[in-house]
């Protein structure tokens, strides 16, 4: 996470062909998306699709993620995206997800 450069290998990339929005979910590590999430923001051209960043964390809210994906997947349409806590439920999801629709 120190070397911004960094970018771990992933296993198997998902083929993002077949979607127009993409919810991209990570916990957030020094106020940030893991490296690895780069690595994905990087694999693939995502111009006219949109993302949307959601995290878990221990407290901070998604920090520098929104923008760094907007930076690294510039043709994307990157919503501001949300940090997901255990006080939202089903309900509470659902809403979030038809919103964006
Ligand atoms: C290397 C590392 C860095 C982290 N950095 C942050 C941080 O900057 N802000 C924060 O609120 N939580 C941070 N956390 C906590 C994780 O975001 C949290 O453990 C993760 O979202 C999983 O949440 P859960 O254990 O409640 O499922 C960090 C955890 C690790 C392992």
Redesign the pocket.
């Known amino acids: 996470?120190n070397d911004r450069s960094c970018r771990p290998d992933i296993v198997k990339t998902p083929d993002i062909a077949p979607y127009d929005v993409i919810f991209v979910g990570f916990?957030?590590?020094?106020?940030r998306e893991p490296s690895i999430i780069d690595t994905f923001l990087e694999s693939a051209d995502f111009t006219g699709k949109t993302l949307v960043p959601f995290?878990?964390?221990?407290?901070?809210n998604l920090?520098e993620s929104t923008d760094n994906f907007r930076t690294l997947a510039p043709g994307a349409k990157v919503l501001d995206g949300r940090r997901l806590t255990h006080r939202d439920d089903d309900a509470a999801l659902r809403a979030w997800i038809l919103s964006i629709r």
């Open positions: 996470m916990p957030v590590w020094w106020y995290c878990t964390s221990g407290g901070s920090g």
